[in-house]
């Protein structure tokens, strides 16, 4: 469902299919977690609707000579994560993951979103949310560290806060220290199998890609580990082993000094 709003179903013309994509993916996904945890009861099995970014940002002008410009309103992006998560909820999800974020007002959207359809339907789920550190300036798409983010999004109390995609476990290590240091809630980590290379494939196998992410684990920056682009069945195999009988992170005791959101930290 990470694609399943009528922004980025606009671009095929299957923006009234919406509703249908994710009623009938948590489905799906229901039938496969009550089939593997029949198999074994002692691991059981959860339905995360993922809620992913669009092709059209909040925080950033798609003109260059207008700075000004926005390719849509907060209201509209609202809108359509309503009628997502609507469909998420309708289906049976487990918990709601807003992940892959690159702006910081996209995820405020998609957490308004998420409070809007709970007030309608009085079921409130938890709530995971995952931000993508773009490059190793340590940064979002549209400029935030990590830290003015979690603060951005800390009003959301989400179940756990983390980091996926766009960088390997190795690269993404540094962002996630400084998120486990701040956030009152636990941490998780979904990367890459390492960087692509020049074709767009990723070279590291499931035994590179896990060692990392076990590594978070033991050093108590992690409490959710998993794969994002480029894993496979076989990776997701070894970073779980690789995490397997590891202390979870434990959640520091008192909220952080609010700063002020999208700046440096102050000292």
């Known amino acids: 469902t990470f694609s399943a709003t009528w922004v980025a179903q606009s671009d095929y013309g299957t923006e009234s299919a919406v509703l249908d994509l994710n009623v009938e993916a948590v489905r799906l996904a229901r039938e496969a977690c009550a089939e593997w945890t029949a198999k074994d009861p002692s691991k059981p099995r959860f339905v995360a609707g993922a809620i992913g970014p669009t092709n059209r940002m909040l925080s950033i002008s798609p003109d260059v000579e207008d700075p000004s410009k926005r390719s849509i309103t907060f209201e509209e992006l609202r809108g359509a994560y309503v009628e997502q998560v609507r469909g998420l909820v309708e289906g049976g999800a487990d918990l709601l993951l807003i992940e892959t974020i690159i702006d910081g007002l996209g995820a405020k959207a998609a957490i308004a979103a998420v409070n809007d359809v709970a007030e309608e339907t009085g079921v409130r789920l938890p709530l995971m949310i995952s931000v993508t550190i773009t490059d190793r300036s340590g940064r979002t798409l549209?400029?935030?560290?990590?830290?003015?983010?979690?603060?951005?999004?800390?009003?959301?109390?989400?179940?756990?806060?983390?980091?996926?995609?766009?960088?390997?476990?190795?690269?993404?290590?540094?962002?996630?220290?400084?998120?486990?240091?701040?956030?009152?809630?636990?941490?998780?980590?979904?990367?890459?199998?390492?960087?692509?290379?020049?074709?767009?494939?990723?070279?590291?196998?499931?035994?590179?890609?896990a060692g990392e992410p076990g590594e978070l684990a033991s050093g108590g920056l992690a409490n959710i580990t998993g794969g994002c682009c480029g894993t496979t069945p076989d990776h997701i195999r070894a970073i779980a082993a690789a995490a397997e009988g590891e202390s979870p992170r434990r959640i520091p005791a008192q909220e952080p000094l609010t700063r002020l959101a999208g700046l440096e930290p102050l000292v």
Do not use: K
């Open 142 to 209: 549209a400029g935030q560290t990590i830290e003015a983010f979690w603060i951005t999004i800390a009003h959301a109390r989400p179940f756990s806060v983390g980091v996926n995609c766009a960088l390997g476990a190795r690269e993404m290590r540094p962002y996630l220290a400084d998120l486990s240091r701040v956030a009152t809630c636990w941490t998780s980590c979904y990367p890459n199998a390492g960087l692509p290379n020049a074709f767009a494939e990723y070279d590291e196998g499931p035994g590179d890609t």
